[in-house]
């Protein structure tokens, strides 16, 4: 991720706990992904475990520090979340006071089973990871993570092997690793041939469509799972979508709205696993969350929208 910013004004006009209780399928709805009642869901081609395909970010628009007010909005966002039935939370020791907002949210609802817990290590001293890793999930009130993540690469060598010996010994469920933005896509591709990893995150948008080429389809080879990051840009996407009517073709995949047509753009992909949206609003959380619902674009409707967007 980039160095953080402080937080935009407004979305610019849009984790020991058994295995058994992360039990996928939950929802009687999400055996059937693409009727118009249904959920979409992917599984972890690692474990076969199966999540919904929209879960939640909180690179800034959880760092609201001590705010009581701002804390206790973010935990209605994170209780429409769950009762919409998302299952995967995303965050990193970088996104400022994120994670004991997470924590907070997770301690108001009760910690919901549901919980799939996605966090990242991000030190370059090493010998600092362990006890970065304990800091983050003290913060969350989690037993143990579910997925533990290399934050855009830094010191991966090192970090990577011992990831994988605390999923060996059962402290993590899932190892990965992040990039955002597009940067050192041939360092991730040389990771993703040559390491045991179970999940990638990357950027992959309407506009930023440089995954496609090879990530995506060395992930359907290797069988790791893939996370979206970015997938409104930070907003901006939808900031120069908001200027422009819905096309015809929206109303044909059940969008009404421009957030809906960018996230279903990405999770439509038959390699991405689950996008990371962030926002703070409860309103904008089920509009993004109504994204895994109804028909999606097959491979020839994706090329429409993302030609027909750049054109915009």
Not at 176 to 196: P, W
């Given at each position: 991720?980039?160095?953080?910013?402080?937080?935009?004004?407004?979305?610019?006009?849009?984790?020991?706990?058994?295995?058994?209780?992360?039990?996928?399928?939950?929802?009687?709805?999400?055996?059937?992904?693409?009727?118009?009642?249904?959920?979409?869901?992917?599984?972890?081609?690692?474990?076969?475990?199966?999540?919904?395909?929209?879960?939640?970010?909180?690179?800034?628009?959880?760092?609201?520090?001590?705010?009581?007010?701002?804390?206790d909005a973010c935990a209605e966002v994170v209780r429409a979340f769950f009762a919409a039935g998302g299952r995967l939370i995303d965050s990193s020791p970088m996104y400022g006071s994120s994670q004991p907002v997470i924590g907070h949210a997770l301690?108001?609802?009760?910690?919901?089973?549901?919980?799939?817990?996605?966090?990242?290590?991000?030190?370059?001293?090493?010998?600092?990871?362990?006890?970065?890793?304990?800091?983050?999930?003290?913060?969350?009130?989690?037993?143990?993570?579910?997925?533990?993540?290399?934050?855009?690469?830094?010191?991966?060598?090192?970090?990577?092997?011992?990831?994988?010996?605390?999923?060996?010994?059962?402290?993590?469920?899932?190892?990965?690793?992040?990039?955002?933005?597009?940067?050192?896509?041939?360092?991730?591709?040389?990771?993703?041939?040559?390491?045991?990893?179970?999940?990638?995150?990357?950027?992959?948008?309407l506009l930023d469509r440089e995954a496609e080429q090879r990530l995506l389809l060395l992930a359907q080879e290797r069988g790791i799972a893939v996370l979206v990051n970015r997938p409104f840009r930070q907003g901006a996407l939808l900031d120069q979508?908001?200027?422009?009517?819905?096309?015809?073709?929206?109303?044909?995949?059940?969008?009404?709205?421009?957030?809906?047509?960018?996230?279903?753009?990405?999770?439509?992909?038959?390699?991405?696993?689950?996008?990371?949206?962030?926002?703070?609003?409860?309103?904008?959380?089920?509009?993004?969350?109504?994204?895994?619902?109804?028909?999606?674009?097959?491979?020839?409707?994706?090329?429409?929208?993302?030609?027909?967007?750049?054109?915009?």
């Amino acid at each position: 991720m980039p160095t953080p910013q402080p937080p935009r004004p407004n979305r610019r006009r849009w984790l020991a706990a058994a295995t058994a209780s992360l039990a996928p399928l939950a929802w009687p709805a999400l055996a059937q992904p693409n009727t118009a009642a249904s959920v979409l869901v992917r599984r972890i081609p690692s474990s076969g475990e199966a999540i919904p395909a929209v879960g939640l970010g909180t690179w800034i628009t959880f760092n609201v520090g001590n705010d009581p007010k701002a804390r206790d909005a973010c935990a209605e966002v994170v209780r429409a979340f769950f009762a919409a039935g998302g299952r995967l939370i995303d965050s990193s020791p970088m996104y400022g006071s994120s994670q004991p907002v997470i924590g907070h949210a997770l301690a108001k609802l009760g910690r919901p089973a549901a919980l799939l817990s996605a966090d990242k290590v991000w030190v370059g001293d090493v010998s600092r990871g362990i006890a970065q890793m304990e800091a983050s999930r003290a913060f969350w009130g989690v037993p143990r993570f579910d997925l533990m993540q290399v934050h855009n690469l830094l010191a991966w060598e090192e970090h990577l092997p011992r990831l994988l010996e605390m999923k060996a010994a059962g402290r993590l469920r899932y190892v990965g690793i992040s990039t955002s933005e597009g940067r050192r896509h041939a360092e991730l591709e040389r990771i993703m041939r040559t390491q045991k990893i179970d999940f990638v995150q990357l950027t992959h948008n309407l506009l930023d469509r440089e995954a496609e080429q090879r990530l995506l389809l060395l992930a359907q080879e290797r069988g790791i799972a893939v996370l979206v990051n970015r997938p409104f840009r930070q907003g901006a996407l939808l900031d120069q979508l908001a200027r422009h009517p819905l096309p015809g073709w929206a109303s044909e995949i059940g969008c009404d709205s421009w957030a809906q047509v960018a996230l279903k753009f990405v999770v439509s992909h038959p390699a991405v696993t689950c996008a990371i949206p962030a926002t703070s609003q409860v309103a904008h959380l089920r509009q993004n969350m109504g994204a895994a619902l109804g028909p999606m674009p097959d491979a020839a409707l994706r090329e429409r929208m993302a030609r027909d967007v750049a054109a915009l």
